[in-house]
C-alpha cells in the first residue's frame, strides 16, 4: 500500500508563493503517474497538475504559468510550486499516485490546506 503525505499548506496573501511537496512511502516507478489535486468547499475535487516519468506535464488552466509540477525520484517526493496566488486557490490540496499494473490503483495522502487572503 503506497502511503502518501502533504506538507506545506499554509496561509498566504494574494500574490504570495508557497511550495507543496508530497512524500511517497515507496519508489515511484516508471509507470506512476503523481499529481495534485485540490478540492474546496463546495466544489468538485479539480485536477491542478500532473506529470509522468517521462516528465509530460498537465496543467489545469486556471493554474498554467503560475504553478510548476516537479518529481524528486532520488527522494520519493512530488513538489508543487504555486506562484502568484490568487484568493480562487484555496483549497485541499491531494497529492495523488496513479499505478497501472493490469489495473488502475489511486493512492491518495491526507491533503493540506492553502488559504489565500489578505
Known amino acids: 500500500q503506497v502511503q502518501l503525505e502533504e506538507s506545506g499548506g499554509g496561509l498566504v496573501q494574494p500574490g504570495g508563493s508557497l511550495r507543496l511537496s508530497c512524500a511517497v512511502s515507496?519508489?515511484?516507478?516508471?509507470?506512476?503517474?503523481v499529481g495534485w489535486y485540490r478540492q474546496a468547499p463546495g466544489k468538485e475535487r479539480e485536477l491542478v497538475a500532473e506529470?509522468?516519468?517521462?516528465?509530460?506535464?498537465y496543467y489545469a488552466d486556471s493554474v498554467k504559468g503560475r504553478f510548476t509540477i516537479s518529481v524528486d525520484n532520488a527522494n520519493n517526493a512530488v513538489y508543487l510550486q504555486m506562484n502568484s496566488l490568487k484568493p480562487e486557490d484555496t483549497a485541499v490540496y491531494l497529492c495523488?499516485?496513479?499505478?497501472?499494473?493490469?489495473?488502475?490503483?489511486?493512492?491518495w495522502g491526507q491533503g493540506t490546506q492553502v488559504t489565500v487572503s489578505s
Open positions: 506529470i509522468t516519468s517521462s516528465a509530460i506535464t
Open positions: 515507496e519508489s515511484i516507478f516508471s509507470i506512476d503517474v
Open positions: 495523488n499516485l496513479r499505478r497501472t499494473v493490469l489495473a488502475t490503483y489511486n493512492y
